[in-house]
């Protein structure tokens, strides 16, 4: 009975730690809140927060967003939620440009930064990235460099939250470049990927030294309407951004097929296409707001039970 007692002690001594699970946020405006609802019913049916089930966390643009209040803020996925209410979304997308919406050709970006800093002053005060409780890595693009840029908690300590989160968040068209605190000029990380899942993989690799990694990512819904081959050919600038390029390049399916062939069932991916949901980024009416929570729901229909034994493994 002692020597039975003391080898499972040895055994669990030296036995392999368990993976490092990551959470990955894929960028989308508001169709983000879709990815906070399935994580709030994984909260309620694993009876623990999303804070304390993950190792690390990743986000671009919107995703950002959400993966700084979990790391930071320690929030719960409702918590999260709340602030993606219709009168935080409002404040978000104030502006003074008032001669945008009669233009035919948008002439400066739709939105003002005043607005979403305010709003994120709410949330994280002037707290730096590298008060993080947990490591989190959020990506943008430098626009005068031409290269990809990353922030997070452990190589960029001293950036600000907010700073963060801008930069990785100035999408083209609607929000203008970001100057943060290093003198850099970003614009959305969705340019060089709208799925981070990758860097999410590299990063922890890196940081835990270890490839024991276990990636759940959350997207953010695809845009499958079918695009006339043969009308297409006649569109130039307008008619390309009449029909959502913007949504083209974002596509990630090309990083979802490499990670899953990298990682395998080390890799688990809650997506779906968007069906009648807005394809645009900033529609907060209630309608369509309402059809985001009902893609959210269904997501947990489909991939509860995976996410579940995912975290179990």
């Known amino acids: 009975m002692c020597l039975n007692k003391y080898m499972s002690r040895f ?14 946020f894929d960028g989308g405006g508001v169709r983000a809140i879709a990815g906070l609802v399935f994580l ?25 967003l959400n993966a700084l209040c979990l790391s930071v803020n320690q929030m719960s996925a409702k918590e999260i939620k709340d602030y993606w209410a219709r009168e935080y979304i409002d404040e978000i997308t104030s502006s003074n440009f008032f001669w945008d919406k ?22 994280f005060y002037d707290k730096s990235i590298g008060e993080s409780i947990k490591p989190v890595v959020t990506l943008a693009y ?26 990785s968040s100035a999408a083209p068209i609607y929000f203008p470049t970001y100057e943060a ?22 990063e922890a ?5 270890t490839d024991n990694i276990q990636v759940l990512s959350i997207g953010t819904g695809i845009n499958t309407r079918k695009i006339s081959g043969k009308r297409s050919s006649s569109w130039g600038g307008v008619g390309w951004l009449r029909h959502d390029i913007m949504g083209i390049m ?34 907060s009416s209630g309608p369509n707001l309402e059809k985001i929570h009902l893609m959210g729901m269904s997501w947990w229909d489909e991939f509860g ?6 975290l179990d493994t």
């Open 142 to 167: 430098d626009v005068e460099n031409r290269s990809y840029a990353v922030h997070s908690s452990y190589n960029t300590p001293g950036i600000s939250v907010i700073s963060a989160c801008c930069a």
């Open 250 to 283: 974002l596509e990630t399916g090309l990083e979802n097929d490499l990670v899953q062939d990298l990682l395998g069932d080390s890799y688990l991916r809650v997506n779906s296409p968007i069906g009648n949901i807005n394809r645009r980024l900033d529609d």
């Open 40 to 64: 709030h019913k994984l909260e309620i049916e694993s009876g623990r927060k999303i804070s304390d089930m993950f190792d690390m966390f990743t986000g671009v643009s919107a995703g950002a």
């Open 305 to 310: 039970d995976s996410a579940l034994k995912f």
């Open 205 to 209: 690799k890196k940081y835990f030294n």
């Open 181 to 202: 605190e290093d003198g850099g000029w970003y614009i959305d990380g969705g340019v060089v990927t709208n799925n981070p899942s990758l860097l999410a993989y590299t």
């Open 102 to 123: 009669a233009s035919i050709i948008q002439a400066r970006p739709k939105y003002e930064n005043s607005g979403r800093i305010e709003v994120l002053k709410k949330i």
């Open 11 to 24: 055994s669990n001594f030296f036995s392999k730690p368990g993976p490092k699970k990551v959470l990955s």
